[in-house]
């Protein structure tokens, strides 16, 4: 390689700059001779010189620059940057001669591309790179003192807002927050549940076996607290809690024969409090799962229709997002959340799983043993093409979901009693339909509702009512007409006004108004020219073939 025809490109916060490997064969030789001389900064500097530097003009262009190289796109500025800095290769020379060093390679690519500038991208060139970056102070002092760091710190600050910001999967991430909380909150209030169980139970031991469900229990618990107080008096609130007149007078009835320990008022407090919380804790539950489900009516309905809320959302969930769902074919889908017995499977050479999450969908549940494979496969199919829809449609509805559902059960069907199922084209093309023609019927209406402007103007006419202005339908009648009239006088004046003078004019104009006098009623088509211009009005191109008249004569 030349000397002289490597130059190496460097992105910083600050702005772009084009380095030139003096010495490019020196130190090229191996990427152990590269890590050497990167760290001695004299030799380095010696091998390397700045070419170029072109800084960012304001904190909007180097986030625009930035966002560019990330993306791996030639933004305008580099394009012109690139084409000033980096000579350019003549006909008679090769070009392998110059070549531009980039640590990524795919803006290499779209930089050869672009600008037609042979590039490479391989780990010597990036071991320069990182020389650059590490003494890229001593080349440009204006940065040193800590203003490289500053710049450094405001556009990482920058470039993290925005993609924030504009991130497409906002509400993906509300749906895998929701759906992990209530994972966890499954198992706390289980656990919480079971110690209010034991805890209480010193004390109560007969309401365990009365009650049943853990958020009554703890709802029973804290209502009840010491058993000795509790008495009919508080039996309509205990069946309120309970839901049953039975269980409540069962419970009124241990609580008087109960062989329990006796408790301090302390200790009964402390009791009571937990058993408190554990309840907050499962009516928050409660209200985050509606959140839950009203999140993924709107974000995915035909999936969430499909599956229902809580599949979806962990299907979600383990893909990242729904973009990221709807990439996956259905393969992958029908696996998801398998990978442990994939990979063991693969290790062992034993047979692959059948299903991951949409395990837990009713439809694999009802299936027999031997159909649960092929529901499970079908059911992926199904979930790949839901999450596509509603990952890139226009307007969200939840019929293809409704209709894939009966895909499914008809699906159930043809395995239990061999009846045909309808093919997926018929399903689709119906669901089409009937969306094209409810739109269709939402566009009549609406124009039904628009009321007619010339009806509006015949019924305000009718009524005598002004219209919109306070000024009535015939008053503007009237202004038009005064308008058109004045347009109509403008153009006569500026008619005679064009009239060339002179008797070329006079011997223009004047068969043209025989022509218009012929034209008109019997009377005037018999009357002479003589007897027509003494009746006319006087006028100059008359005057003027009244004129014409004698010279004619004395000729």
């Not at 759906?179 to 209480?200: G, P, S």
């Not at 837990?360 to 494979?373: C, L, N």
């Not at 009512?465 to 009648?477: A, D, Q, V, W």
Request: aromatic share 6%; charged share 30%.
């Amino acid at each position: 390689m030349a000397s002289g025809g490597t130059y190496i490109l460097f992105e910083s916060a600050s702005g772009f700059a084009v380095f030139e490997a003096v010495e490019f064969e020196e130190i090229g030789s191996g990427t152990a001779e590269v890590q050497e001389a990167v760290s001695d900064v004299a030799r380095f500097g010696r091998a390397v010189k700045l070419k170029g530097f072109q800084p960012f003009t304001s904190p909007e262009n180097a986030l625009m620059n930035i966002n560019a190289v990330s993306e791996h796109v030639l933004s305008p500025d580099l394009k012109a940057f690139l084409e000033m800095n980096v000579p350019k290769t003549g006909k008679k020379k090769s070009k392998s001669k110059i070549v531009l060093g980039v640590a990524a390679a795919p803006l290499a690519s779209a930089i050869s591309e672009g600008l037609g500038i042979p590039c490479r991208a391989d780990d010597i060139v990036r071991e320069i790179v990182r020389g650059i970056r590490q003494h890229f102070t001593t080349y440009i002092s204006e940065l040193s003192k800590g203003r490289l760091e500053q710049a450094q710190l405001g556009l990482g600050h920058s470039y993290s807002r925005a993609k924030v910001k504009f991130n497409p999967g906002r509400s993906d991430n509300m749906i895998i927050q929701t759906i992990a909380l209530l994972d966890q909150l499954d198992k706390d209030i289980n656990t919480f549940a079971m110690r209010v169980r034991e805890w209480y139970s010193w004390h109560f031991p007969e309401l365990k076996d009365i009650v049943k469900d853990n958020y009554i229990f703890a709802r029973c618990a804290a209502f009840i607290g010491d058993r000795t107080k509790l008495t009919e008096e508080k039996a309509d609130e205990l069946r309120s809690i309970t839901m049953e007149d039975d269980l409540a007078d069962a419970i009124i009835v241990a609580a008087k024969r109960s062989i329990g320990m006796d408790c301090s008022e302390l200790d009964m407090v402390n009791i009571v409090m937990f058993t408190s919380r554990m309840v907050s804790l499962a009516e928050y539950r409660k209200q985050l799962h509606e959140y839950l489900v009203d999140k993924m009516a709107t974000v995915a309905p035909n999936l969430t229709e499909l599956l229902g809320e809580m599949v979806a959302a962990r299907l979600i969930a383990k893909a990242g997002s729904l973009t990221n769902l709807a990439k996956c074919p259905a393969s992958t889908v029908q696996i998801l959340g398998a990978e442990k017995a994939l990979f063991r499977a693969l290790k062992t050479k034993g047979n692959t799983p059948k299903y991951g999450l949409i395990y837990h969908s009713t439809f694999i549940g009802r299936a027999a043993a031997k159909d649960k494979g092929r529901i499970s496969r079908y059911l992926a199919n199904k979930c790949a093409i839901a999450s596509r829809i509603d990952s890139f449609i226009d307007e969200p509805t939840t019929k293809y979901g409704a209709m894939m559902r009966e895909q499914v059960e008809e699906r159930l069907r043809f395995y239990e009693t061999g009846e045909p199922p309808r093919k997926n084209v018929e399903v689709m093309s119906l669901v089409s339909a009937e969306l094209s023609a409810e739109r269709a019927a939402a566009e009549a209406k609406m124009d039904e509702d628009e009321p007619d402007e010339e009806e509006e103007a015949e019924a305000a006419e009718e009524s005598g009512e002004p219209s919109g202005g306070g000024e009535s339908n015939k008053e503007k009648k009237k202004k038009k007409k005064k308008a058109d009239s004045a347009k109509k006088a403008k153009g006569k004046k500026r008619k005679l006004s064009e009239t060339p003078e002179g008797p070329d004019a006079d011997a223009s104009e004047t068969p043209k108004k025989k022509k218009k006098k012929k034209s008109d009623g019997s009377g005037s088509a018999k009357s002479t020219p003589g007897s027509a211009s003494a009746k006319a009005d006087p006028s100059p191109a008359k005057s003027s073939s009244k004129k014409k008249k004698p010279k004619k004569k004395a000729a």
